[in-house]
């Protein structure tokens, strides 16, 4: 059994407003030298068998149909552990 992480992030010239909306409120409870937050997705996937290629291929179809908007959003992939 693997377990497999995809990491979901708006793409860089995407505006992220809940990123901004955090980076404001840290200063006002006590968080300093922060210069921006972006906001993302993590999704956990648990694969019955080994982490092979084939299967992380799979999980990159999954990321690109379902897990990532791929218009706005860029993702990666990895093995945990």
């Known amino acids: 059994m693997a377990r497999v992480i995809v990491d ?11 990123g901004q909306a955090i980076a ?4 006002r409870l006590g ?8 906001q993302g997705k993590r999704f956990e996937v648990e694969l019955e068998g080994q ?3 084939a299967a992380l291929e799979e999980v990159r179809k ?12 860029d993702y990666t992939v990895r093995v945990e552990g």
């Open 24 to 27: 404001r409120a840290l200063p």
């Open 62 to 73: 999954m990321a690109e149909t379902l897990l990532a908007n791929t218009v706005i959003e």
């Open 8 to 18: 979901v992030m708006l793409k860089p010239e995407i505006l992220d407003p809940q």
């Open 51 to 53: 982490a092979d290629e």
């Open 31 to 38: 968080f300093s030298g922060v210069s921006a937050v972006r």
